[in-house]
């Protein structure tokens, strides 16, 4: 249609009008509450929103930027895996998954480790291994980890990817999965006894909507909690293409209706829809009040692991995209508040070995909990004080013939069969009357009919 000079100026007023209403609603919009940034908008509702960070990235200014103005939250990308940590047998290398940490927390944004096991990016080595060899070793690894960041993590994914794909519903056949049906739950219990202030979260992709996979891990979920294997936490990555499952909500819900927090782990999406599917996404953890948060797998386009399908939300040059809008419209459009779980305190096992000293006794008492396998065994140990405080104690424990220790954590020991004798490190030898504190080692054999004493020093 063509214009006359007249309809040109009535268009120009109308739009100036237009433009003057929709800036007055804006303002309100902002003066109202609504938040400009990712990780703000996401902290009105208890949560927060992260992104996948990579090391070699942090010399990047652009990067950089929009790191510390629009995220709360990161994970390393490659950083924390096996290959990367220990890449020669018990050689640990920390460097890359530091700096990220130090950066993350110079900047007042917290942690989630990725990740201690998984059946990829294993070092060369790990790959020459099996059956009580491999077990070991990948315990060894988990306590190692996360004993290094202790107290530095907010979730560590323990275990990566270890259902299959398609309709078994069944575990993913794998060198780990080879070592036993168990060494998903005794990967979780080392984690918790190394780092107890640590969410242990179970992490897959696939599992986004309710299909034979996610059931099989709902199942393994309950099955835990149950039995009280420590698990606080399921991820759902959320590498989604086109849309998300009609039922993503439904089973972000049905998991935290089993006591676990959920969070998204790894969200990219790719396709015409992304805009709008990435809206839909942020919806559902805001309408679960137990979705702790939502972490994107990179920040800009050139960033993404999928070269080519343009996931995430800001460009290669670092602009802001559609679907930043559409999440940060959903984030300030609220949801539930989150309710998150909290850490339990470290349990149990499966037929748990305790030995408890008499109250009182040498000021302390301790208990021994053990999780076991064939040749070889994790034992959890209890100090706790009595009813006046600690400022130091020792442990011996008795360890049946057959039986060595392997290494240890948060305390120093003398000896690695029959008597062995466990002194507290710097940082755990004050108890307030009443408390406890743990340490815990690792061996092989079989450790059953272990027993424990406690002093005060
Ligand atoms: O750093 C080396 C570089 O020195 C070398 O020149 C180059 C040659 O290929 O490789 C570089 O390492 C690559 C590394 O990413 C860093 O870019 C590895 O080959 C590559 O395999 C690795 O890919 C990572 C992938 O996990 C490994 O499976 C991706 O960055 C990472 O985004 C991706 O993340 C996974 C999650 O951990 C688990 N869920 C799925 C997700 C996507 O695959």
Not at 59 to 76: H, K, Q, S
Not at 288 to 315: H, K, M, Q
Request: hydrophobic share 35%.
């Amino acid at each position: 249609m063509r214009m006359t000079s007249r309809s040109l100026s009535r268009a120009a007023l109308a739009s100036t009008l237009l433009a003057a209403s929709l800036g007055a609603s804006l303002l309100l919009a902002t003066s109202a509450g609504a938040a400009t940034t990712l990780g703000a908008s996401a902290a009105q509702t208890g949560r927060y929103f992260g992104t996948a960070v990579s090391a070699g990235k942090l010399g990047d200014a652009t990067y950089v930027g929009i790191l510390n103005r629009e995220f709360t939250m990161v994970t390393p990308e490659n950083e924390m895996k096996w290959d990367a940590t220990e890449p020669s047998q018990n050689q640990f290398s920390y460097s890359g998954g530091d700096r990220i940490l130090n950066q993350a927390v110079s900047t007042g944004k917290r942690v989630r480790g990725h990740a201690l096991l998984w059946h990829q990016q294993q070092p060369g080595w790990v790959q020459g291994l099996s059956g009580s060899a491999l077990r070991q070793a990948a315990i060894n690894h988990v306590t190692q980890v996360a004993t290094h960041y202790r107290g530095q993590i907010y979730a560590w994914d323990v275990v990566n990817e270890a259902f299959a794909d398609g309709g078994s519903g069944g575990r993913r056949d794998s060198d780990l999965q080879r070592t036993g049906d168990d060494w998903i739950e005794a990967a979780f219990r080392a984690a918790r006894a190394a780092d107890p202030g640590a969410k242990l979260c179970y992490n897959d992709y696939n599992t986004d909507g309710v299909n034979a996979k996610s059931t099989g891990v709902y199942t393994m979920v309950r099955d835990f909690k149950a039995r009280g294997v420590p698990i606080d936490c399921v991820g759902f990555q959320s590498h989604l293409s086109g849309s998300a499952p009609s039922d993503y909500q439904a089973n972000l819900q049905r998991f935290a209706d089993l006591g676990v927090e959920v969070q998204i782990t790894e969200l990219d999406i790719s396709g015409s829809n992304q805009a709008a599917v990435y809206g839909t996404v942020t919806r559902a953890c805001l309408a679960v009040a137990r979705c702790a948060g939502i972490t994107v797998w990179g920040i800009r386009d050139s960033d993404s692991w999928r070269t080519g399908e343009n996931p995430l939300l800001f460009d290669a040059n670092g602009d802001k995209k559609p679907a930043y809008t559409s999440v940060l419209d959903a984030l300030n459009a609220g949801g539930t508040t989150t309710t998150p779980t909290t850490t339990t305190t470290p349990t149990t096992t499966t037929a748990p070995t305790t030995t408890t000293t008499p109250p009182g006794q040498g000021g302390c008492t301790s208990s021994v909990s053990l999780d076991s396998w064939n040749g070889g065994f994790v034992a959890t140990v209890r100090v706790t004080a009595g009813s006046t405080a600690l400022s130091g104690w020792s442990v011996t424990t008795t360890l049946p013939a057959g039986a060595a220790v392997a290494n240890g954590w948060n305390a120093g020991h003398s000896g690695t069969s029959g008597a062995v004798t466990w002194t507290n490190v710097s940082y755990n030898g004050a108890v307030p009357a009443g408390r406890y504190t743990e340490f815990g080692f690792q061996g092989t054999g079989s450790a059953d009919g272990i027993t424990s004493a406690c002093s005060a020093s």
